[in-house]
């Protein structure tokens, strides 16, 4: 089966640009998560979609931040303008329905963000 | 509110030894916990979860923790350390009373010398 697939794996931009990450959560799954890591912080949650509605974006760090949901089977967070600051990996996740099996995530594999 | 600290941000072990990964938690209400392991540019994997029943709990690759209630603990242990168990591991809680916020500790990067 296929897991959650992210893209780009990598992406190296200049700073003031708007960066694109995608998410393809697992087929079934009703929950979606986008999380950031760095060596800093640690692993943070950024927000959570619930059948495609966001529930909670309170870690969404500013405005130049942004994600959607527009079906089951894609996700985007945005950043416009990028900073140097926003140099993380971006993870997405999903499960089947997190009101109702806490805490079992599939992740994808990340995409590593560079803001130079 | 609910947090999780784990202690040693690095553990070396030699291969065959013991692992012991300290997870130490607050939660007011019963938690749910977790750990998930992450190997070099992937995402996290389960390894295993306490939500009721049995304190002690058995995951994949012959890892298991135990809960004790008295301690606020979750520690994770595997009794022969593998050259392949190097990897980082995290510690996670989430209450239970259907809260979708899990939240992760700093984690612990094992490295295991031949």
């Known amino acids: 089966d296929a897991g959650v697939i992210q893209s780009p794996r990598h992406e190296v931009t200049e700073m003031g640009q708007e960066v694109t990450l995608r998410c393809k959560p697992i087929?079934?799954?009703?929950?979606l998560f986008w999380y950031r890591q760095t060596m800093m912080r640690g692993l943070e949650l950024l927000i959570y979609?619930?059948?495609?509605?966001?529930?909670?974006d309170s870690g969404m760090p500013e405005d130049r931040f942004s994600a959607k949901m527009p079906n089951a089977s894609f996700s985007t967070l945005k950043i416009q303008p990028s900073e140097p600051r926003d140099s993380a990996v971006y993870f997405c996740?999903?499960?089947?329905?997190?009101?109702?099996?806490?805490?079992?995530?599939?992740f994808g594999e990340g995409s590593r963000l560079t803001v130079l | 509110a609910q947090s999780v600290t784990q202690l040693g941000s690095h553990v070396s072990v030699s291969e065959g030894a013991l692992v012991l990964l300290r997870c130490n938690y607050s939660?007011?209400?019963?938690?749910?916990l977790f750990w998930y392991v992450q190997y070099p540019n992937q995402g996290l994997q389960l390894l295993l979860k306490?939500?009721?029943?049995?304190?002690l709990v058995k995951g994949i690759n012959g890892f298991e923790a135990e809960f004790k209630k008295s301690e606020t603990s979750f520690h994770l242990t595997k009794p022969s350390a593998h050259m392949s168990d190097a990897a980082e591991y995290f510690c996670a809680v989430s209450s239970g009373d259907s809260s979708y916020k899990l939240i992760f500790g700093s984690g612990t990067r094992l490295l295991v010398r031949p």
């Open positions: 979609f619930n059948n495609n509605v966001p529930i909670d």
């Open positions: 996740a999903s499960s089947l329905d997190q009101r109702e099996v806490a805490g079992e995530l599939f």
């Open positions: 087929s079934g799954h009703n929950s």
């Open positions: 306490y939500t009721t029943g049995a304190t």
């Open positions: 939660s007011s209400v019963p938690p749910y």
